[in-house]
């Protein structure tokens, strides 16, 4: 059995992570999404356990001490954790999973697992990024200055990432992606089996 | 502008390596055929110039002195090689060269160009490679014999490679090599300059 892939998808706030990763998990039933746990309130229409597990700080603190997160971090006061033992089960059962995180966290969890596919995402330019941040509706006029300063220095941690996707429109950003995965199955280094003659033919 | 991508189409013998070339190429306008030169005799319907530059065992010698190739090698008693100048050229334009060559000559050419694609194709079976070599019908029993010993000790050379596509059909082993070409298009190494802000955006 291989393992499965771990394709982590980043970029900076406003980037449009979460409608790309929606569309790729639509487009590959075999790819299975990463639940993360958060202190955040939920958005409206954001349900427990399926956006995100919703905990409490004092539950966010027990499960550090548990060793449950994966990578953990604070972002505009809010904590957010990935929990590694639901992860590393799928892997190794040869699912995919496909993290949507921020770019903080991203390098915390290539630190861990190298072999991950890093995936970064881009505005298509600063102008949209700003009218998508503004868009979201979410911000205050104070907190949209910061994320966008925080975007801009953000895209410069690109450059660790594996790949580059520039998001000009959700189809395409997806597509592209799809096309990494695909790739990444025809690694050498994931397929070294198949050259192994008596056991690949 | 960007630099084209060097991609190098490889297998064994009898993997199938020009059906799958020809409909890439059919499938991507932007990619142009590597010609290689060649001291054999054309078959039935080749083109010199098309298919191949049809030369003379003298003429592939002083293309040798004078530089020429960028690879060349014996294979069953005829000379092969690949002429570097027009290859260069045209990656310097941007444009992409797909070069479909043999296993021994992928490998001189990786030495040399280390950041071209280097793509193995594989036969789905050893039986399917013999029905293939077979079929071609233009080989003795003798040659046969000697091609499919070939063929399985080529096929362990594919680990030097950086893809492994099985060419179950010729259409799922294109779309799998034009899944690498999107995917090395992302490539962060081959995209900084999209992280410089002030040109990029």
Redesign the interface.
Known sequence: MNRGLLIVVSGASGTGKGTVCKKILADLPAVAYSISATTRAPRPGEVDGKEYYFISRDEFKAWIDDGKFLEFAEVYGNYYGTPLNKIEERLKRGEDILLEIDVQGALNVKRKMPEGIY??L?PP???ELRRRIEGRGTETQESLKRRLANA?AE??I?????????NDSVDNAA??I???L???R???AR??D??N?EEA?
């Open positions: 995936i970064f881009l330019s600063l102008e801009v895209i410069q690109g450059r660790e990432y594996d790949y580059a996707v520039v597509a592209q799809e096309a990494i695909a790739a990444e025809c690694k050498v397929n070294l198949k050259f003659l033919f």
